[in-house]
T-cell receptor, first 111, second 111 residues
Framework: DAGITQSPRHKVTETGTPVTLRCHQT?????MYWYRQDPGHGLRLIHY???????DKGEVSDGYSVSRSKTEDFLLTLESATSSQTSVYFC??????????FGDGTRLSIL | GDSVTQMEGPVTLSEEAFLTINCTYT??????LFWYVQYPGEGLQLLLK?????DKGSNKGFEATYRKETTSFHLEKGSVQVSDSAVYFC??????????FGAGTRLFVKA
């Protein structure tokens, strides 16, 4: 399995609090991605990175920010969590023209 | 834009039945095509891939053939097992590094 670790695996927090999810890879892949998965919506891309300090928005980026200060780490931050951001979040990694490999996900509940 | 359409589920089969999950993609260029599988509580795992027309990807008894003429990449397995119960996602490469996913098809296999 590709070396991808997401942390935390589960989190419960309150509306209005900041939340940061971490994705760590040991594969030295250039590209990293954050998705959310919700019933009826499939997988939706939030943000992606194509190198250190190089990031761009996906289709559902409102309310989320990301940072990539090292090749191996990609952080997703919810500045002020809302109940609509309750979801399962997946990190993925890839090299160019190669399939993505996924982490095991973070289940986030915002009350 | 690029898209992937796969048959809606759920699909319910008895053990040892033949499985087909249909998938079609938009034909911009000749993208690499993938099938992923997601077991409960886990991330997506790459099941098989095909990178050019007429390629056949195969793994764990599953097969899919890249059909340029019909822009299709249908997933098949000759004899399903209870352990194959999962959600299956068809996907295509887009823009050199992004992946466009279908909505997913849930498969239930009864003993």
């Amino acid at each position: 399995d590709a070396g991808i670790t997401q942390s935390p695996r589960h989190k419960v927090t309150e509306t209005g609090t900041p939340v940061t999810l971490r994705c760590h890879q040991t594969e030295n892949h250039r590209y990293m991605y954050w998705y959310r998965q919700d019933p009826g919506h499939g997988l939706r891309l939030i943000h992606y990175s194509y190198g250190v300090k190089d990031t761009d928005k996906g289709e559902v980026s409102d309310g989320y920010s990301v940072s990539r200060s090292k090749t191996e780490d990609f952080l997703l931050t919810l500045e002020s969590a809302t109940s609509s951001q309750t979801s399962v979040y997946f990190c993925a990694i890839s090299d160019r023209a190669q399939p993505q490999h996924f982490g095991d996900g973070t289940r986030l509940s915002i009350l | 834009g690029d898209s992937v359409t796969q048959m809606e589920g759920p699909v319910t089969l008895s053990e040892e039945a033949f499985l087909t999950i249909n998938c079609t993609y938009t034909a911009t260029g000749y993208p690499s095509l993938f099938w992923y599988v997601q077991y409960p509580g886990e991330g997506l795992q790459l099941l098989l891939k095909a990178t050019k027309a007429d390629d056949k990807g195969s793994n764990k008894g599953f097969e899919a053939t890249y059909r340029k003429e019909t822009t299709s990449f249908h997933l098949e397995k000759g004899s399903v097992q209870v352990s194959d119960s999962a959600v299956y996602f068809c996907a295509r490469l887009s823009g050199g590094f992004k992946t466009i996913f279908g909505a997913g098809t849930r498969l239930f296999v009864k003993a």
